[in-house]
């Protein structure tokens, strides 16, 4: 874990984070061909190579050329190829054009990432003591950061593989652990006023403060994920044909991408099949549903006669749960049946709009470009899933997607009044 | 005014009602040319023509077809070309045709208004009394959509007649009267918990409902609106060049369309003018800033140092305040400096995304499509605008555009923490 | 005819077919609502209204500004709305926005053309009579020009109120008069240099000129234009489903815009209609088709183990005919069965692309523009239509379509080695 | 050269030109990373890994498979991915998509090259004689086309590195041979009837066919190539900024994409430079000028005051010179100044659109879809370019690009009547 909770952290402590980290990266990499580094299949994906360059150049920008005013940069142009957003850093390639660049080679960055990390390395030891606590700050979020691309790494070579005709996988499925489906039960909520967000000494991001007091009504939350059986329902239940169950931008979207079922699903014969980063396989019903955009997660509460939980009540729930469930470090990369699944397996979607919390203060320079500058037209998204560090994800993380996104590995837990 | 507070309302009271917002409506249209009635310059605008006929079918298939099950549509293709967005009553021409449609010719619509008018009045007067509460609301419900209408044609008039390189006027300009402007001040607000949204007999929309208690932090409101002047300091100042200020939804969309000032500003040699409903006019600086996206107004916003108002701010503020104000029946027509600015003048955008409030249950059947299927991706404004009835605003009225629209009458006010 | 072929022509011979004309023009729009003057239903067509303000700047920009000095235009932002494509007369409205200008409206336009009119009386009365030769062929050219526009008239109108779901009709069907369908021969022509081109003082456009010498292979002409009954039977061998016969951009074509029969066809139940100038008709079998795409009529051509003529194929048999067929002054507006229908009728496909005669020189100026700027991407067609002036075609007259264009009266006639 | 003129070719001879022909293509990728194999960085162009997969597959499907009734395709899906455009074969992968494709990988492609070239060192071993001819046809056919993929090759991988901001080069630039610019002279070219097109036993197109006769007009043909440097003028003569040197929608076209320059063309300070396969060069006036589209030939023609030559006019020439020229077999890769410059350098635009030479009849079968089904929208090049392979062309070789098509290495020649 990450831990950044004390305040005498060491130097090798946090180096030994930050090789631990960095290592995650790449083994996520390993099974990859050359080839896989270079696809960006849609606009929202970018290729592999882009990624373990992306975070590599956050260190070197946001670290090194920010605490050495030595510090020469690997390559002069890498600043504009592997800058995401930052716009107050610089121009950069733009998003949809990041998989036309074969060079840098994949070889050539993984030298970037050595040479970066070396200085890393090396600054760190040599760092005066009174940088210390910002160069802590700065390195912690980076890390941060690159588990946030590790996840996107996942996300991104599912799809990058997926629009495949060869359907490829990218590991061998193991052996999944035996976790029979519990019966889905409503769970009693008091409301009243409550406080949420971050507060303390510990790592987070921006977005997550201040804590501040909400005010929630009594409600009721599921004891468990909506299933990819329950979700078959709905289809056949003609779900997707019926207007009266859906948001009106979300009905229009599925007319014109002609969306019939979640992103992977795939009707073969009378047998429903989903392509996962074990390649193609048969549908298993007590799994959570996944890949659904935000649109189909609302659609199916509807029907249920029931609806999206907000922030507040999930936060509430989920702080009082421990940290635990199906995260990367199970080696699964796919949702298990099980019962609670607070944390892991899926990203849920709630029924809240991705919005400043009262008092919010975005951090200082370009790392405010970090998260606030988002905060309009995403959806609020909780509890991590499958394939998130388990060190990475808290009661109070805000993640945050477009209603229409549907690559990441979304799905849904039902609320009601 | 709409009344209908009173348990008691009589039949000819409310056809008085009826009769008079329908004549509002053409008298609206009275100084427009056939060849106007029929402009769609966005997808967003409708033609003149297609509003006066829709506001009609509504009537038709929602008051007349549903209480008299003898009625006869006026055409039997009206229902297609005339549902805005019903998709359980049926499919419809699409919106962005809506300005391909020559026929019905306007004089056929008028007949259309005609015929319906009468079947109304002959219902209202034969309606068998135990559906008289019911088809009060609905009647209601019309006049309500009628008069949202009637803003929309000043919005959309304006915007068709904009397009047109002559530049030609809607009306000619008033004397205006003399309204100085007030210096801004901040006025503080008490936080704690607090009941936002309708309740009781008189009309509202469903997607005010249901009142609720929230919990709103102490902050501070601006005591009027940004003006004409303070908004051309903010593009002085390179507002539109500064990516730090924006959304990055909104940076990218003003990369992309070349905004460098609201909508309808134009800069002529070193001066500033605007299109306004009477033609082209000098920029007043002490007007109200106008036609601003919520992209714009946010920017504005972080420039200024301060916030967009919350939603449950700016309603707690209109509670205190009379529904007075420049509206459509003082018909400039456009907003002006003063002080105050509560009602009327422009809509203000607010920081909050349109959603549900806790406990929402949208109208049942096809009026259920009216406000709730919109809860996603636009944001809230309150307060009306210079071409909103009078008697057609309240404290807890909800109104919502998408963050991009800035053909609306659309400004802003300033809070902060 | 517009006869200009004597040298001593009379300036009220010019004049009186100008007034000839220029009401024909008014003629044809007689039948429209206001309403309908106003409809651009795609980029191709234009308004109504946009026609007749058209073709009377060209007399304001052309003639009447090039001869009389003091000539004052009606309205200064006129040549700025209705200039079409003269790039270096100066700028224009953009194609794409025609259908938004409800200003000047239709009766203004009337207006207009009133002024102009009189203004052209006039100076052709004053002329000198050094600058009579060059006026007389300004003239000429534009009442040429202003017949093409009556064409597009018919063609326009017949579009904008075709995506009408209300599918009004123009005009009342006539009688027709009763043409039995001749059955279909081949034609031996025999090859060898022949001439084709336009000669003489007669009035041509510049892309007709000049006359040269081509090399013509033996081949063979059908009799007849190709029929609604035989293009049926090519849809029922699933003309429209096998790759084989089409051109590659065509069959992308037709699978991006789901084509499966002519524009302006509708199959209902088991029966084809097709839209006309008098509503929907039942399809007749031995009408020839129209309405077809070059691709169309080349796929045809290709699965009737045919081919299409080429222009100087054609050419040299319609010196051969005489100028007669069912054109405009039938006012029947539909092509119908028949022998020979060499000219009027539909426009026939040529499998010759539009490309400049050899030593082709265009006109000086402005006028340079008129025809030699579009030689690329479109192809020729010949012999005129059933809504084409009598005296308006001519053997050599060369028309233009890009291949995808079906909105123009465009059929054809096979031809093969 | 691949020489098949005798009729007793030997089947050692065949197998010896198609090893040559193979391993000339993989020669031209040695200097690529596996990283610019995946690269498609516009719609037109491919992946290098797609060309050499998609040049094996057209032995597989139209030799192997053909061939030899038991041949089992190396993969089943291969046909699916790597068919370029022969829809009676089969359906395929979108062209746009072809970059996303990261498996099969560059290695699985090499292994899929040596199967396919074993099986066809044992069908041409085994074959009966019976087949021979046949066999003998179509391999020379897959041995054009694969040279074809060759040039195209060269091309896309220009394409592919320029869009990268790091501008790699694909070679080391050259000592370039000492070749001085010839002035430019018109030579005189006598009209009449002359023939062209293919005739004879040695290999070509079906396009090239049937030699047939063709009227020429007298006329002129420069000496040499348009020049950098001439072009540079027509650039500072304001040449991108004039409506009347340009067709329509060439006009429309560089309005659209803002083009000011020939492609690969860099104004840096005052100096001119341009992308070449050996990286960013200084611009050499006296090399031709390449990259152009035909709007932007032709534009310069007409600021020249002469015109393109027409197909006749210069297959007339070429049939009366060597086939000598800076080919690829020099591997300079890049056109040279020089005299005549009949062959190589660059594709030469022609006024003339790629239409059918009469009596014109498609190969059979799937074949036929090789060149026919593209013969519209496009115009015909003549004489190679610097990356043709000198045994490659010939006088009667009919290219063809779209005019807006600029990533081939085309220049222009110029001709006047």
């Known amino acids: 874990m990450i831990d950044m909770s004390t305040g ?11 090789r631990k980290v960095r290592r995650d990266t790449e083994l996520i990499c390993a099974p990859l061909a050359i080839d896989d580094y270079q696809v960006q299949s849609i606009t929202e994906t970018s290729p592999p190579k882009w990624h373990i360059a992306h975070v590599t150049w956050f260190f070197e920008e946001f670290v090194l050329s920010h605490f050495n005013s030595s510090y020469k940069p690997f390559h002069p142009r890498y600043a504009y190829l592997f800058n995401s957003y930052y716009e107050t850093v610089g121009s950069m390639q733009p998003r949809a054009k990041r998989g036309v660049l074969s060079r840098p080679t994949v070889e050539e960055i993984y030298t970037y990432r050595r040479y970066v990390d070396d200085h890393m390395q090396s600054l760190a030891l040599n760092l005066d003591e009174s940088q210390w606590n910002k160069f802590y700050q700065r390195v912690t979020l980076g890390l941060h950061h690159e588990q946030q691309h590790q996840e996107l790494l996942f996300m991104d070579i599912k799809h990058n593989l997926s629009v495949n005709p060869l359907k490829p996988a990218y590991h061998e499925q193991r052996q999944m652990p035996f976790t029979p ?8 909520r ?19 403060t201040p804590r501040h007091q909400v005010l929630l009504q009594d409600h009721q ?10 979700y078959r329902d709905f289809i056949e239940d003609n779900g997707y044909q019926r ?3 859906w948001l009106a931008d979300g009905w229009y979207l599925i007319q014109q991408q002609g969306w019939q079922q979640p992103l992977y699903w795939e009707l073969q014969g009378d047998k429903w099949w989903q392509f996962t980063l074990a390649g193609m396989q048969k549908l298993e019903l007590d799994e959570p549903v996944c890949h659904l955009s935000f649109y189909e997660a609302d659609a199916y509460a509807r029907w249920a006669g029931a609806r999206l939980p907000t922030e507040p009540e999930i936060e509430s729930m989920l702080t009082e749960q421990p940290i635990a469930g199906n995260f990367v470090n199970h080696e699964i990369l796919h949702p298990l049946p099980g019962k609670g699944q607070w944390y892991g397996d899926v990203w849920e979607w ?4 991705y919005s400043p919390y009262p008092g919010f203060q975005p951090l200082g320079g370009s790392m405010g470009e970090y ?18 560090p388990e060190n990475h ?19 849904l837990r039902l609320a009601r009044d």
């Not at 939350?221 to 329950?230: H, I, M, P, Q």
């Not at 709630?350 to 709009?353: F, G, H, L, P, V």
């Open 8 to 18: 005498v952290a060491q130097r090798d402590v946090l180096m030994e984070q930050f």
């Open 181 to 188: 489906l519990a019966p889905m039960q409503w769970i009693e």
């Open 190 to 208: 008091q409301g009243g006023v409550q406080s949420i967000g971050h507060q303390g000494d510990a790592f987070s991001f921006d977005n997550e």
């Open 221 to 230: 939350l599921a004891s468990r994920l909506v299933t990819n059986g329950e």
């Open 243 to 245: 207007p009266e169950l």
């Open 350 to 353: 709630t029924a809240s709009a």
């Open 371 to 388: 998260n606030g500058k988002f905060m309009c037209n995403q959806m609020v998204l909780r509890g991590g899933c499958c394939v998130t």
């Open 393 to 411: 994800i808290r009661a109070t993380y805000r993640n945050f997607y477009y209603p229409q996104d549907r690559w990441p590995f979304t799905g």
